[in-house]
């Protein structure tokens, strides 16, 4: 059922492909750009059926069809990035024999200066040329997919891929060999960071046990080595700036522990993270209590603005023998007389004392809570304060294992750049 369903499939896709003109999306003929939705229909297809193994996603089967349909090489590159699909070709072009210009295709450094100046004012061309590669490792260098030997002869196509596919968006040049010229100019400068990019990724599987990174960097050694199908590969040790050779076994060890010097910080993080949710809620819950204890003052205010108010009128009743006396009571002034004003005079100044001694307990209560609430505060701020020193100290000093783990990349990295 699975195995009609996929055949079905990929006819309606290559059905698709027969009558797609893919010329619309081609840029100065070396580069195509299709956004999802010009190809809509074939990535639902793609996505709704379960693709053969050798597929690791309907990625590969678009990139197969794709590269079917534009005859592309392997020096060719397919890029899937977030909504946009990359084809660029790789492109030739004549460079002097010799010269000082002989690297740049004949350009003068100058010009290409300028041109990075104008083109890349902020060196935009660098986070974008780190930013494709780590889709391109996805694809055609994905270490799942293709053995070192193959690696070697991609990698260099990829890179020159990239920048060719930066310069072409980010510049006005139409001309192909002031193209190449000024991307084999940002090249150099992006060599190295995106070979130590490519360790990282390698070295990161290669910690999660990965099959395929084990099996990858095992072809890396001093002895000759030979994989699943027969190839066999010279010694080709890794080696860092002292000479020194890392195996399998020296490498897992340093990773172990580098991942776990990193989950150390990741936990410091989270920590600090914790920590500053826990006084957030502390610094909220005392702004609370601030704002009832300042309604509860007041309150207690008004009760012994109203017991003056009532101790002044039974102080003049005692110098009076009037038989109606006026007296104010809720914002009102009304006409009493005197005896039965005087009991609730009384009757009042008993409910109010009582109130007053009630909110009396009720301030001093919460003057405790609110005191209590801010000795935490203190207790938390001055572990927040220890942490984001600690955590500082750390991410500033390094764990002693981060400089052997960058001894490896380095090292993987120079050799793997080795062709």
Same mark, same amino acid.
């Given at each position: 059922?699975?195995?009609?369903?996929?055949?079905?499939?990929?006819?309606?896709?290559?059905?698709?492909?027969? /009558?797609?003109?893919?010329?619309?999306?081609?840029?100065?003929?070396?580069?195509?750009?299709?956004?999802?939705?010009?190809?809509?229909?074939?990535?639902?297809?793609?996505?709704?059926?379960?693709?053969?193994?050798?597929?690791?996603?309907?990625?590969?089967?678009?990139?197969?069809?794709?590269?079917?349909?534009?005859?592309?090489? /392997?020096?060719?590159?397919?890029?899937?990035?977030? /909504?946009?699909?990359? &084809?660029?070709?790789?492109?030739?072009?004549?460079?002097? *024999?010799?010269?000082?210009?002989?690297?740049?295709?004949?350009?003068?450094?100058?010009?290409?200066?300028?041109?990075?100046?104008?083109?890349?004012? /902020?060196?935009?061309?660098?986070?974008?040329? =780190?930013?494709?590669?780590?889709?391109?490792?996805?694809?055609?260098?994905?270490?799942?997919?293709?053995?070192?030997?193959?690696?070697?002869?991609?990698?260099?196509?990829?890179? &020159?891929?990239?920048?060719?596919?930066?310069?072409?968006?980010?510049?006005?040049?139409?001309?192909?060999?002031?193209?190449?010229?000024?991307?084999?100019?940002?090249?150099?400068?992006?060599?190295?960071?995106?070979?130590?990019?490519?360790?990282?990724?390698?070295?990161?599987?290669?910690?999660?046990?990965?099959?395929?990174?084990?099996?990858?960097?095992?072809?890396?050694?001093?002895?000759?080595?030979?994989? *699943?199908?027969?190839?066999?590969?010279?010694?080709?040790?890794?080696?860092?700036?002292?000479?020194?050779?890392?195996?399998?076994?020296?490498?897992?060890?340093?990773?172990?522990?580098?991942?776990?010097?990193?989950?150390?910080?990741?936990?410091?993080?989270?920590?600090?993270? *914790?920590?500053?949710?826990?006084?957030?809620?502390?610094?909220?819950?005392?702004?609370? =209590?601030?704002?009832?204890?300042?309604?509860?003052?007041?309150?207690?205010?008004? &009760?012994?603005?109203?017991?003056?108010?009532?101790?002044?009128?039974?102080?003049?009743?005692?110098?009076?023998?009037?038989?109606?006396?006026?007296?104010?009571?809720?914002?009102?002034?009304?006409?009493?007389?005197?005896?039965?004003?005087?009991?609730?005079?009384?009757?009042?100044?008993?409910?109010?004392?009582?109130?007053? *001694?009630?909110?009396?307990?009720?301030?001093?209560?919460?003057?405790?809570?609110?005191?209590?609430?801010?000795?935490?505060?203190? &207790?938390?701020?001055?572990?927040?304060?220890?942490?984001?020193?600690?955590?500082?100290?750390?991410?500033?000093?390094?764990?002693?294992?981060?400089?052997?783990?960058?001894?490896?990349?380095?090292?993987?990295?120079?050799?793997?750049?080795?062709?």
């Amino acid at each position: 059922m699975e195995e009609s369903s996929f055949s079905l499939v990929e006819k309606t896709i290559e059905k698709f492909f027969e /009558n797609f003109e893919p010329k619309e999306y081609l840029y100065l003929d070396v580069l195509y750009r299709f956004e999802e939705e010009n190809i809509e229909e074939v990535l639902t297809n793609a996505r709704s059926c379960k693709l053969p193994k050798k597929y690791h996603s309907y990625k590969d089967l678009l990139q197969e069809q794709i590269a079917k349909k534009l005859s592309l090489t /392997n020096n060719d590159l397919f890029l899937y990035t977030e /909504n946009v699909i990359y &084809v660029k070709r790789f492109f030739q072009v004549e460079t002097p *024999a010799d010269g000082p210009d002989r690297r740049a295709c004949g350009i003068p450094p100058e010009m290409l200066q300028e041109y990075k100046k104008r083109f890349f004012p /902020n060196d935009e061309y660098k986070a974008r040329m =780190l930013e494709l590669l780590t889709f391109a490792l996805d694809s055609t260098l994905n270490i799942k997919k293709i053995n070192p030997s193959e690696f070697r002869a991609l990698f260099i196509p990829v890179f &020159v891929n990239i920048s060719d596919i930066v310069v072409i968006e980010s510049s006005e040049l139409e001309d192909l060999r002031e193209i190449r010229g000024l991307s084999y100019f940002l090249l150099r400068e992006m060599f190295e960071k995106m070979m130590l990019s490519i360790a990282e990724i390698i070295l990161f599987h290669f910690s999660n046990q990965e099959k395929k990174a084990i099996e990858f960097l095992s072809h890396y050694g001093i002895h000759e080595t030979i994989d *699943a199908k027969g190839n066999h590969y010279k010694p080709n040790p890794i080696l860092d700036e002292s000479n020194r050779a890392w195996n399998m076994t020296t490498i897992r060890s340093t990773m172990i522990q580098h991942k776990k010097s990193k989950q150390t910080l990741y936990d410091k993080r989270n920590d600090i993270i *914790a920590i500053k949710k826990k006084l957030n809620t502390y610094r909220n819950e005392h702004k609370e =209590l601030t704002k009832h204890l300042y309604k509860e003052h007041k309150e207690y205010e008004k &009760v012994e603005e109203k017991l003056d108010h009532i101790h002044q009128t039974l102080d003049r009743l005692e110098y009076t023998d009037a038989k109606e006396v006026k007296f104010l009571e809720n914002g009102e002034e009304k006409l009493y007389e005197r005896k039965p004003l005087i009991t609730h005079l009384f009757k009042s100044e008993d409910l109010l004392l009582n109130q007053k *001694a009630q909110l009396h307990k009720s301030t001093k209560e919460l003057e405790l809570t609110l005191s209590n609430k801010q000795k935490e505060i203190y &207790v938390w701020e001055k572990k927040l304060a220890e942490s984001e020193s600690a955590l500082k100290n750390l991410e500033s000093h390094g764990h002693p294992i981060d400089s052997q783990y960058e001894r490896i990349q380095r090292a993987l990295a120079k050799t793997l750049s080795q062709r």
